[in-house]
């Protein structure tokens, strides 16, 4: 394990991991990038013509070892285009430094993705929120004390990225569009990143309420500051699972998170699935 404050990486594990994968895609080389969730990695099985790498046959990326995440690399097409989805990620909880937990964004760029659509399972803050709901990320607040870009600058990124739009307007539109047009209910808010791995207390959630967050996770945040500094168009949504803590009176488990992110995974490859196809080619 890994400190989870330390600077930066070199960037040479995305050079060797990339080289990897691009000998296994061949010219079918991708532009848009997923990251799938907690329970939300169905959307793989709807992926035509995959080419499936395991995480640890990818230099630097190490296994994934949470329940709900598979931890491999599926490359192929989805509604007609060319896409890379991670299904699993790694967690600052783990022990990771954040750098390695943004490799697949750095690796997806170097292979040709330069938009990121990023997935979680989160806890409901806002009270009219009730697990299934799908949320929209219009923002989100870093409360892990963690950024991926300590260190020296890599190669294509820049030091100091704007993040006043971290989720792109447009992208919204297309999901807002792409959820009418299935008929899948979403909602908006805003996601806020703790590191995890305990949950929050009650008046740690009464904290975040106060500071605007709509809905509290674990990941995603330094997957997006990565992107944002390589100049990738970022998308995102959050299934939220249960109620967070004191919203309502039933214990946290992640059992139930998984239990929810599969009521609703349908819905949400659904909803991916005609995203994808209103991107731009």
Request: glycine share 10%; hydrophobic share 50%.
């Amino acid at each position: 394990m890994t400190d989870p404050i330390a600077p930066a990486a070199p960037s040479a594990p995305v050079a060797e991991a990339a080289e990897v994968l691009r000998a296994r895609l061949g010219t079918r080389l991708p532009r848009t990038a997923l990251i799938l969730g907690s329970g939300l990695g169905d959307l793989v099985h709807y992926i035509e013509d995959p080419v499936q790498v395991p995480y640890r046959e990818l230099p630097g990326f190490p296994p994934s070892a949470v329940a709900g995440h598979a931890g491999r690399v599926v490359a192929g097409r989805l509604a007609g285009a060319q896409v890379l989805a991670f299904a699993g990620r790694v967690h600052l909880y783990e022990g990771h430094a954040a750098a390695t937990v943004a490799l697949p964004v750095r690796l997806a760029h170097a292979v040709g993705a330069r938009v990121l659509v990023v997935s979680n399972a989160a806890g409901g803050i806002r009270r009219t929120l009730r697990p299934g709901d799908l949320m929209l990320i219009r923002d989100h607040i870093n409360l892990t004390g963690r950024n991926p870009l300590v260190g020296p600058v890599r190669d294509g990124e820049t030091r100091f990225p704007d993040m006043s739009a971290p989720y792109d307007a447009e992208l919204l539109l297309l999901l807002r569009e792409a959820a009418l047009a299935v008929g899948v209910p979403v909602v908006e808010g805003v996601y806020v990143a703790v590191l995890g791995p305990s949950y929050e207390t009650p008046a740690e959630i009464r904290m975040l309420e106060r500071l605007g967050a709509d809905a509290v996770g674990m990941s995603t945040v330094p997957e997006v500051i990565a992107a944002r500094a390589l100049g990738m168009r970022v998308a995102g949504v959050s299934c939220i699972t249960n109620p967070a803590a004191g919203i309502a009176a039933a214990p946290l488990s992640h059992a139930d998170v998984l239990a929810t992110s599969a009521r609703v995974a349908d819905a949400f490859v659904r909803l991916m699935t005609d995203f994808v196809r209103r991107l731009p080619r």
